[in-house]
């Protein structure tokens, strides 16, 4: 088999045979392909496109490349969820305990963050004394206990993925439906999962900015991960504004406390309860949708998620009190109101930029080896939709500079306020086949 075949059949708009895929992978992962002949390929890839049986293909070749994570030793049926990525998404912090005190095991791997805030580890570590490094045993050992754990990314998962995805990145072939797909269904099915719940973003402030480019990549995952044996189902939220009201690691896990508690923000309770349901289903615990979101909501109702919530902190290492107390979690020196320039409705809050801010004030990372401040970040008091009057607050800055000029006005360009406005629909499609 040669590497050049292969390219000229995929050049010509032609399917790639499983073996194919595994040759280029497998050559490319050990170093016999150069890059030259990788990008050709992601190039051919690009244009021609590939057809679900390839994308299945691409992903197992993708998972096969490295370790894969035993979850075998957990009991019942292991639901991942992934994100594609926003500003203000706090749905991990409450997911996991909240589809965990229905009896569903969640076993998470998750990394840290790099550009607006801090990854979900990043947040966790607000609580004081909560440890991720713990070993494998320890982790199965504790979600059979609790249900929930979470752990940071270790070993050499999808090897392939992360060459692949480094030479993508710097040769113009990055927006490839059928690349991205395999890209995060390799990492998903890696790491354990039996079954996983995708929620693909799309506005301004997502990878796919388009409502049509977030339907085929719901679609396009969906159809890998039930091609490859994983139940999977898919929603498409909207992030063209953050989503509840924090930005910032200490802000968002005290905004996850209070969902839990009931009284979060309606558009992270929302999705939190809709990417529940589906998480629910896929583990046998509740035969549709309808009766999964009831037992979810009165987990809620009853405090029992709550409850697991401080089991998990706890178990981990973690302050629980601050569960009862979150004014013990991290905070920032200032608070600084931006306001209202006029009367109207806010029509606009430009997702990525607000990100940007709340990253310029400390709450996330530009490179890996950034230090986060844990403290800092932004609240949102009002949202697109709402009417406001000249010198309303509509989101407070905490900041341990007392300068914020350049953040104000990076705010000031992300925030519209004309005469009318709606409020954004928050689900767009659920995809569960």
């Known amino acids: 088999m040669r590497m050049i075949d292969i390219i000229e059949k995929k050049r010509d708009g032609h399917a790639l045979t499983e073996e194919e895929i595994e040759f280029f992978i497998n050559g490319y992962t050990k170093g016999d392909i150069p890059d030259y002949q990788a990008s050709s390929l992601a190039m051919a890839i690009f244009f021609q496109d590939m057809n679900q049986e390839?994308?299945?293909?691409?992903?197992?070749?993708?998972?096969?490349?490295?370790?894969?994570?035993?979850?075998?030793?957990?009991?019942?049926?292991?639901?991942?969820?992934h994100s594609?990525?926003?500003?203000?998404?706090?749905?991990?912090?409450?997911?996991?305990?909240?589809?965990?005190?229905?009896?569903?095991?969640?076993?998470?791997?998750?990394?840290?963050?790099?550009?607006?805030?801090?990854?979900?580890?990043?947040?966790?570590?607000?609580?004081?004394?909560?440890?991720?490094?713990?070993?494998?045993?320890?982790?199965?050992?504790?979600?059979?206990?609790?249900?929930?754990?979470?752990?940071?990314?270790?070993?050499?998962?999808?090897?392939?993925?992360?060459k692949l995805y480094a030479l993508r990145d710097v040769t113009g072939s990055v927006n490839s439906i059928s690349l991205i797909a395999s890209s995060i269904m390799s990492k998903k099915i890696a790491a354990g999962a039996d079954a996983i719940v995708l929620?693909?973003?799309?506005?301004?402030?997502?990878?796919?900015?388009?409502?049509?480019?977030?339907?085929?990549?719901?679609?396009?995952?969906?159809?890998?991960?039930?091609?490859?044996?994983?139940?999977?189902m898919a929603i498409i939220s909207d992030m063209s504004q953050p989503l509840g009201r924090a930005i910032g690691n200490a802000?968002?896990?005290?905004?996850?406390?209070?969902?839990?508690?009931?009284?979060?923000?309606?558009?992270?309770?929302?999705?939190?309860?809709?990417?529940?349901?589906?998480?629910?289903?896929?583990a046998q615990k509740a035969q549709s949708l309808e009766e999964a979101r009831q037992m979810l909501e009165e987990a809620i109702q009853s405090g029992k998620a709550l409850e697991k919530f401080k089991t998990f902190i706890s178990h981990q290492g973690g302050d629980s009190s601050i569960v009862d107390d979150p004014d013990k979690l991290p905070h920032a020196k200032y608070q600084i109101h931006f306001?209202?320039?006029?009367?109207?409705?806010?029509?606009?809050?430009?997702?990525?930029?607000?990100?940007?801010?709340?990253?310029?004030l400390g709450a996330g990372r530009q490179t890996k080896d950034d230090k986060i401040d844990?403290?800092?970040?932004?609240?949102?008091?009002?949202?697109v939709g709402d009417s406001v009057k000249e010198g309303?607050?509509?989101?407070?800055?905490?900041?341990?500079?007392?300068?914020?000029?350049?953040?104000?006005?990076?705010?000031?360009?992300?925030?519209?306020?004309?005469?009318?406005?709606?409020?954004?629909?928050l689900i767009h499609k659920i995809i569960t086949e």
């Open 251 to 282: 802000l968002e896990l005290k905004e996850a406390i209070e969902t839990l508690k009931g009284q979060g923000p309606k558009d992270l309770t929302e999705l939190v309860l809709t990417l529940g349901s589906q998480m629910v289903v896929l």
């Open 374 to 383: 844990l403290g800092v970040g932004i609240v949102l008091n009002k949202k």
């Open 54 to 81: 390839e994308r299945a293909a691409m992903t197992m070749a993708m998972v096969n490349s490295g370790d894969k994570i035993d979850l075998s030793q957990i009991k019942g049926v292991k639901v991942d969820k």
């Open 199 to 232: 929620d693909v973003k799309t506005g301004s402030g997502a990878f796919m900015k388009t409502l049509e480019e977030a339907e085929a990549l719901a679609h396009a995952m969906v159809s890998i991960g039930n091609n490859v044996g994983r139940n999977t």
């Open 339 to 360: 306001q209202a320039k006029k009367d109207g409705v806010i029509t606009k809050m430009i997702a990525n930029e607000i990100g940007v801010a709340s990253m310029m």
């Open 84 to 162: 594609t990525g926003g500003v203000g998404d706090t749905t991990t912090l409450v997911l996991a305990p909240l589809v965990a005190s229905l009896g569903v095991p969640v076993a998470k791997m998750s990394g840290r963050g790099l550009g607006h805030t801090g990854g979900t580890i990043d947040k966790l570590e607000s609580v004081n004394g909560f440890n991720v490094e713990i070993s494998e045993q320890d982790f199965i050992k504790l979600v059979n206990e609790n249900k929930v754990a979470v752990i940071g990314q270790s070993g050499n998962l999808t090897p392939a993925d992360k």
């Open 392 to 425: 309303d607050n509509i989101l407070t800055i905490h900041s341990n500079k007392e300068n914020v000029n350049e953040i104000l006005d990076k705010l000031d360009e992300s925030i519209t306020i004309e005469e009318k406005g709606e409020t954004p629909t």
